[in-house]
């Protein structure tokens, strides 16, 4: 199953836990294949950034560093796929 998350639902899961968070547990364990173009992680990147300053990152429920800084070398912008 391929999915794109909505930049809420990653910031929901980051910060407040619950259904989101379980969701890219899933995610980050390669359970389900996230998909995502550039456009989409720049936004996850400056969504995250943005609340990282804004809270205090002690109150972050999930890893960020798979999801700020994946590795997209092997893939292609077109697909999309390379998100954590």
Known sequence: MR??????VLASALFFGGKPAEL????????????A????????????EYLLKKYSASKVNCPVDPI???DRSD???ESGEGLP
């Open 75 to 77: 893939s292609g912008s």
């Open 37 to 48: 173009t550039e456009e989409i992680m720049s936004e996850y990147r400056s969504t995250i």
């Open 24 to 35: 890219l547990r899933l995610v980050l364990m390669q359970t389900i294949s996230a998909v």
């Open 3 to 8: 999915i794109v998350i909505d930049t809420n």
């Open 68 to 70: 700020l800084f994946c």
